[in-house]
């Protein structure tokens, strides 16, 4: 059975009248990189914020590492690196601004120098100089997750980490996701609007609606729904029909999963997030 | 919490800020100085450093250590990384602390060396020692107005309404509190009015216990400022 590092029971909570998370059950696994979906104000945000504890639930619990009670959950934290917004000091450098969190983390001297130059290679920032303040949004996201990876943590959450991206961006973001999952060992979640992004990042799924989350799948339950069918015509239907009665048979189909765009459409229904 | 010590005393001391209303302090002192009859001024009893100081100190740490938090959102990283809130306002308080020490320092050193040789005045070891005793209670002073200070500032999330807070203490409390009751019964049950009994009771040579009451009001209000931090929903 796989082991669960995040895991939330009927957490549940509500801004004065407005419910924000009605129950919500999600289990994240020991090597997953699971996508959370969801429109906005599903309620994505605020399960990260339970989860690091910036937001105090009014039901359930939140376990991480296996961890439930306060001060072991303040202790397993540390283990979680996250990108959630940009929060830099608009006049420190990229390596000033790591500097800050290195040290707040434990990091000193030399130790610090190599962690920071390890990261900031890592995300294509080692020798960029300015202040903060001047990056490009593509900058500031990978300044992001350049901080959730300093220290190698053993869990990434990643808030939208294409927003604003141009495509090669995303595609660096995708590719990086991977590297920290596979190479280094990392546990991700990651959210994002664009689903198509997240099914060529994520292994598994969770679908949240209204404060819910309605359905965990993985990339095998795509694979098993109905199939796809793709004909390379026009008209589908009349074109069987015409072959029908022509007595023509199709010799080949190509049969293509169900997308994952796809999937959440059909369970939420609508068709923009 | 050393950690988050030394990292915001690193960072804050980059700016300049600090730098610019340390040099402006300096400025305005000398220039009191040399305005002022040279007894006159080395009367510390009666010299409006510790007030001086006490604002141009204030300042400048409200808006490099906390506003810059509060802008950047520094904190929330800081605490989903595991750092509880408790700990991050008792590092905070401390690193103001520190700051303050720096800017009472300077005040002193300024005051000794500007006397001592610039007016060729001679301060008598008596008069030294009187000396730094204000400067260390103009310090603790300023430390209690901090620790009140930062209830308000976690219960708003908002840095002017601790600048508005010490601004208006250091300028207006003792004024105030002695308008409305003229025996000082209030104003005595405030940090400021315990330092000012405590210093009496230093200069009659009794034991300063309301020093001792300031400590104890600086951890109630620690307490309560933590209680606001930990009910406060932090916004991603």
Not at chain 1, 98 to 111: D, M, V, W
Not at chain 1, 210 to 216: A, D, L, P, Q, S
Not at chain 1, 229 to 239: C, G, K, T, V, Y
Not at chain 2, 179 to 191: D, F, P, Q, S, W
């Amino acid at each position: 059975m796989s082991e669960a590092l995040i895991k939330l029971e009927d957490v549940k909570k509500a801004y004065g009248k407005h419910e924000v998370l009605k129950g919500v059950n999600m289990q994240v696994n020991k090597g997953d990189i699971y996508g959370l979906i969801g429109k906005n104000g599903a309620g994505k945000t605020t399960i990260f914020k339970m989860v690091l504890g910036l937001s105090r639930m009014d039901n359930g619990s939140v376990s991480i590492c296996g961890s439930t009670n306060d001060k072991e959950l303040y202790k397993n934290r540390n283990k979680i690196g996250f990108l959630v917004g940009q929060k830099f000091y608009g006049y420190l450098t990229a390596r000033e601004n790591l500097k800050y969190y290195a040290i707040a983390k434990g990091f000193h001297g030399k130790t610090a120098k190599e962690e920071i130059d390890r990261v900031l290679e890592l995300v294509n920032l080692k020798d960029v100089k300015q202040p903060f303040r001047k990056y490009s949004l593509g900058m500031q996201q990978r300044l992001g997750i350049a901080n959730a990876i300093l220290g190698s943590p053993e869990i990434l959450i990643l808030d939208e980490p294409t927003n604003g991206l141009d495509p090669q961006g995303i595609a660096d973001v995708r590719n990086m996701i991977h590297r920290f999952n596979e190479e280094f060992g990392m546990t991700v979640i990651v959210s994002s609007h664009i689903l198509g992004e997240l099914e060529h990042t994520a292994h598994r799924f969770g679908i949240v609606n209204e404060g819910i989350v309605v359905k965990e799948i993985t990339e095998a339950d795509l694979k098993e729904t109905e199939p796809v069918i793709e004909i390379a015509l026009s008209d589908i239907e009349r074109a069987r029909q015409v072959l029908a009665e022509a007595g023509i048979q199709i010799t080949r189909e190509i049969q293509e999963r169900t997308s994952l765009e796809d999937f959440y459409f059909r369970l939420i229904g609508g068709g923009n997030l | 919490m050393i950690n988050l010590i030394r990292a915001d005393l690193r960072r804050v001391l980059r700016r300049p800020t600090l730098y610019i209303f340390a040099g402006l302090m300096l400025l305005f002192a000398i220039l009191g100085g040399l305005s002022s009859d040279a007894m006159e001024m080395m009367n510390i009893e009666k010299n409006d450093t510790a007030y001086l100081v006490a604002i141009m100190a204030s300042v400048p740490i409200l808006i490099t250590l906390y506003g810059d938090d509060f802008r950047s959102g520094s904190m929330i990283t800081v605490i989903g990384r595991g750092v509880s809130r408790t700990k991050l306002l008792v590092a905070k308080l401390i690193t103001s602390s520190i700051l303050l020490f720096g800017f009472y320092v300077l005040a002193f050193i300024e005051f000794y060396v500007f006397h001592t040789f610039l007016l060729n005045a001679y301060y008598s070891p008596k008069q030294t020692a009187l000396t730094v005793l204000m400067i260390f209670l103009g310090w603790f002073r300023n430390v209690a107005l901090f620790a009140f200070a930062s209830i308000l500032m976690y219960a708003l999330w908002n840095v002017a309404a601790g600048i508005v807070t010490i601004l208006g203490l250091i300028a207006f409390l003792r004024i105030l509190l002695m308008a409305v009751n003229k025996e000082g019964t209030i104003y005595y049950l405030t940090t400021d009015g315990m330092i000012d009994k405590g210093y009496s009771a230093v200069m009659t040579g009794n034991f300063p216990y309301q020093f001792i009451i300031v400590v104890v009001y600086v951890t109630a209000f620690i307490v309560i400022g933590s209680l606001f931090f930990k009910r406060k929903e932090l916004d991603l």
